[in-house]
């Protein structure tokens, strides 16, 4: 099975900073990531696709890059309402495993 | 608008058995996976099962030969039988509705339902 790790695992910002988070996969994923965002008590929300393809609706300071073993995320000037935990998902194995977690809070 | 309303959680004994299901509406069935993914209290996300538009089906290795996943169109439902439940199953369950070309990843979720499986 792919293993996903992700860094940091908190990352503690101030509303405008410019944030990244890294996600790195056990064997090549070509393209196939999904990036989510997560608040207590919600349901996940997926933003990115495909590694880089924006959902609709997301705000566009949101941002993915990356293929093969190493994907980012980020976020170019962080908001109140984007204070949260952030998952990445493979999808190129039928595993469909999540990543376990960026919990980005308040500093 | 897509809905998914998931329902059916609740106590249940180790080793007994709870049946899952979630009414999904505002797209067409057929054409989309859905998906189950849990959350254990404090913890990740984790993917139980999928089941594509045609019917095929997908489980992780913690679940398989235990739960089974399966649709009814006419009824826009999805199911997930749960059988020889552990402790370790408690979880709450989010049904999504499957990104275009995907069996994996949601791109429209319910609310969850909370099974815990204690004695």
């Known amino acids: 099975d792919i293993q996903m790790t992700q860094s940091p695992s908190t990352l503690s910002a101030s509303v405008g900073d410019r944030v990244i988070i890294t996600c790195r996969a056990s064997?090549?994923?070509?393209?196939?990531l999904a990036w989510f965002q997560q608040k207590p008590g919600k349901a996940p929300k997926l933003l990115i696709y495909?590694?880089?393809s924006l959902e609709s609706g997301v705000p566009s300071r949101f941002s993915g890059s990356g293929s093969g073993t190493e994907f980012t995320l980020t976020i170019s000037s962080l908001q109140p309402d984007d204070f949260a935990t952030y998952y990445c998902?493979?999808?190129?194995?039928?595993?469909?495993?999540f990543g376990p977690g960026t919990k980005v809070d308040i500093k | 608008e897509v809905q998914l309303l998931e329902s059916g959680g609740g106590l249940v004994q180790p080793g007994g058995s709870l049946r899952l299901s979630c009414a999904a509406s505002?797209?067409?069935?057929?054409?989309?996976?859905t998906i189950w993914v849990r959350q254990a209290p404090g913890k990740g996300l984790e993917w139980v099962s999928s089941?594509?538009?045609?019917?095929?089906?997908y489980y992780a290795d913690s679940v398989k030969g235990r739960f089974t996943i399966s649709k009814d169109n006419s009824k826009n439902t999805l199911y997930l039988q749960m059988n020889s439940l552990r402790a370790e199953d408690t979880a709450v369950y989010y049904c999504?509705?499957?990104?275009?070309?995907?069996?994996?990843?949601?791109?429209?979720w319910g609310q969850g339902t909370l099974v815990t499986v204690s004695s």
């Open positions: 495909k590694a880089s």
């Open positions: 999504a509705k499957g990104l275009s070309g995907s069996n994996g990843v949601g791109d429209s």
């Open positions: 505002g797209f067409t069935f057929t054409n989309y996976a």
């Open positions: 089941i594509s538009g045609s019917g095929s089906t």
């Open positions: 998902q493979q999808y190129n194995t039928f595993s469909f495993t």
């Open positions: 064997q090549s994923l070509s393209s196939w």
